[in-house]
């Protein structure tokens, strides 16, 4: 069949590997920003310079003290995610009850001001974080490298363990409650405000997460999230702002269908997700899991 | 004379540059089912949520078991033992019905038990895993009530539960606002419907422009028919 299509199908699955963890990444980035804008009702451009924190994280953890990358798997989450909720509680927080454009320029001059620091400190050519799982395997139809294959189960099992959380979890319908009504939820007891932070708080831990896993894979530099990020939005679009489900489905999807682009028609394949958005919003304003509000 | 449970006094409160309340007074003693009556507008669901602390600015005095809760946020506030049941319900779409029953924590000790909330509203039980905002009206009023019943709070402020709703199922929640009041459960209740009201109440304050203007028992709503009616215009 494949020599049918006249492609090898090396390529082929070579190309869906690689569809596959860029959908890892653009899920788990997509997550943390349907979490953060259901809650709080900011979208976040801040997420991009977030992930590259978490790569930095543990660049610096491994560099300075030695930290192995599993450990930093844990440790850099927590810290960029502890960044972000002194980010949440100092600025954030100001301008819930302003328009969406306030959130949108508080966050995106954020994320220029964090990644011209770290430019500036670190220069923007980039280092490389060694891979932890080195090797690979022959699977009879394509070579798989391991950390590769552990990188797309990681980002699934991290995006079904958020979206069990926040849908069959006590704590999650304290979230998806304080998204409707959050007066109403806070007039029955629940701190709300400690809620928001910590969504916020959990939303950017998630790119900080996805950071990490990336470093191996990519050299770790300030500019990292800028492109990645932009990508991540188109998806986020096409999936439905705030959809859970919908953000891991799409993002998923879309590196799939852009890694098949490469296989079939390569030109196209930096804008397909791009053309993808622009076809969802002429038919579906909302997205394709999105809920019109 | 019994234990007075909620004292307010000289209650002002503002949504953002709007003076709704111009010093509301009124008490309710333990046990009691307490109502404020009034016309549209006159400030009787913004009186709840002063109370209950989610109106922006308030000043004045609300004392529940001799502690002071005006400056307190509405999420202290609902630990102490008040439970808020709003005019528009407030049923969660995102939560099905047993999630919208199971979202307010536990506040004190004493609630009613998932079981005894499903006994009192057999329609939920039977609807347990339907979306809330799919149910009917009546259903989605018993829900909110319901919800408020398992935090153990001693003082429910039911905020016009019977707006909107068939005679049929005012009756019913007639019935289930007496069976609480008999559980030993305070109310304050906000009604239009001065005939449902009179028919379960101990007492009635009556709300104009922002105050209480007037109050009178049970025993006295006979005699004063034609000054409530002046009052209520109806």
Known sequence: MFELLGIPPQALFGQLLLGLINGAFYAMLSLGLAVIFGMLNVINFTHGAQYMMGAFAAWLLLGIFGVPFWVSLVLAPLIVGAFGVVLEKLLLKRIYHLDHLYGFLLTFGLALVIEGLFQWKWGSSGAPYENPIPGGGNLGFMFMPYYRGFVVVAALVICLATWYGIERTRLGAYLRAATENPALVQ?????????????????????????????????????????????????????????????????????????????????????????IMAIVLLIKPAGLFGQTK | MTEVLLKVENLEAWYGES?????????????ELVTLLGRNGVGKTTTLKSVMGIVGKRTGSVRFENEELVSQPSNVIARKGLAYCPEERGIFSSLNVEENLLLPPAVKPGGLSLEEIYKLFPNLLERRRSQGTKLSGGEQQMLAIGRILRTGASLLLLDEPTEGLAPVIVQRIGEIIRELKARGFTILLVEQNFRFAAAVADRHYIVEDGRVVDMMTAAEVSTNIGKLQAYLGV
Request: hydrophobic share 55%.
């Open chain 1, 187 to 275: 007039a029955f007891g629940i701190n709300v405000p400690r809620l928001i932070t910590l969504t916020y708080g959990l939303g950017v831990g998630l790119a900080a997460l996805a950071g990490v896993l990336a470093a191996p894979i990519q050299q770790v530099s300030a500019l990292m999230g800028t492109s990645l990020v932009l990508v991540v939005f188109a998806v986020v679009v096409i999936g439905g702002m705030g959809s859970i489900m919908g953000s891991i489905v799409t993002g998923f999807g879309l590196g799939v269908v852009e890694g098949l682009t490469k296989v079939f028609y390569p030109p196209a394949s930096n804008t397909v997700i791009f053309v």
């Open chain 2, 19 to 31: 003076h709704i309340l111009h010093g509301v007074d009124f008490h309710v003693g333990r046990g």
